[in-house]
């Protein structure tokens, strides 16, 4: 598998890409057990740890992403409080970039450059303070109405 969850600091979700191309059913599992969270019925946040990735994930990975964006954003139930995307690679931000251009996030996104540790990140306090007014350094905010196309 080319993601681990680890929910054990719930409602921190914490999903760790490894450094593995998905294939297709792997793709798809990923995007099912993120819509997973949503039967619990309860707000959690995302926290993407982007940065062991060092391939290029294919187009049409990216154009499923949107696909999926769209289809949560037409959900009623919005327990995703706000995702947190960790990036260290030029190519994965100008991804990023694409797809927030394309389809704005369901919830307040915020994509940061750092090198800290995941038990440091992992701090609910510190990600539940995280706001549009609140950056750390080097975080760039994504607001849920960013995008050209909504």
Request: aromatic share 16%; hydrophobic share 40%.
């Amino acid at each position: 598998m080319f993601v681990k969850y680890h929910s054990e600091n719930f409602p921190l979700i914490y999903i760790e890409f490894i450094n593995k191309s998905p294939n297709p059913e792997e793709w798809d599992k990923f995007l099912n057990d993120w819509l997973e969270l949503y039967s619990f019925k309860k707000d959690f946040i995302l926290i993407f740890d982007t940065r062991q990735i060092e391939y290029f994930p294919p187009i049409e990975y990216t154009m499923k992403m949107i696909h999926f964006m769209d289809e949560l954003k037409k959900r009623k139930d919005n327990y995703l409080k706000k995702n947190l995307i960790l990036v260290n690679n030029q190519t994965i931000k100008n991804i990023l970039d694409l797809i927030f251009k394309i389809k704005s996030p369901q919830s307040p996104t915020y994509i940061w450059y750092t090198g800290l540790t995941k038990e440091s990140i992992n701090n609910s306090l510190f990600i539940e303070n995280i706001s549009e007014q609140n950056l750390a350094s080097d975080m760039i905010y994504i607001s849920p109405n960013q995008s050209f196309f909504k």
